[in-house]
Nanobody, 128 residues
Framework: QVQLVESGGALVRSGGSLRLSCAVS????????IGWFRQAPGKEREGVSC?????????FYADSVKGRFTISRDNAKNTVYLQMNSLKPEDTGVYYC????????????????????WGQGTQVTVSA
């Protein structure tokens, strides 16, 4: 059974940094696309960053996080990371990691419908 467990969420001041982790079990990351999504109170879940393979060409970042967030994966540890720098209050929300196979157009475009497996989420709060 596929399981994803996020960790690393916290309360942080504006301008600070956090690194989220997503431990994956039940399958090998080698064969799956992975992504980070977030949901702010009263808003829909949105794609933050997704990776469908190796290299920059297969990586998506939302415009709001480009240059500040970095997605990475350690396939040997079956773990996905999201490094978040220069955090802003508008980055506040519950962050979810997700995995997908096979890869579809929605997967590449980092849309929620393109992902099949989800973690329970970790709260990130950025104070002004």
């Amino acid at each position: 059974q596929v399981q994803l467990v996020e960790s690393g969420g916290a309360l942080v001041r504006s301008g600070g940094s956090l690194r989220l982790s997503c431990a994956v079990s039940g399958y090998s990351l080698d064969y799956y696309a992975i992504g980070w999504f977030r949901q702010a109170p009263g808003k829909e879940r949105e794609g933050v960053s997704c990776s469908t393979g190796s290299g920059d060409a297969s990586t998506f970042y939302a415009d709001s996080v480009k240059g500040r967030f970095t997605i990475s994966r350690d396939n040997a540890k079956n773990t996905v990371y999201l490094q978040m720098n220069s955090l802003k209050p508008e980055d506040t929300g519950v962050y979810y990691c997700a995995a997908a196979a096979p890869v579809t157009i929605a997967t590449v475009r980092c849309r929620t419908v393109g992902y099949d497996y989800w973690g329970q989420g970790t709260q990130v709060t950025v104070s002004a």
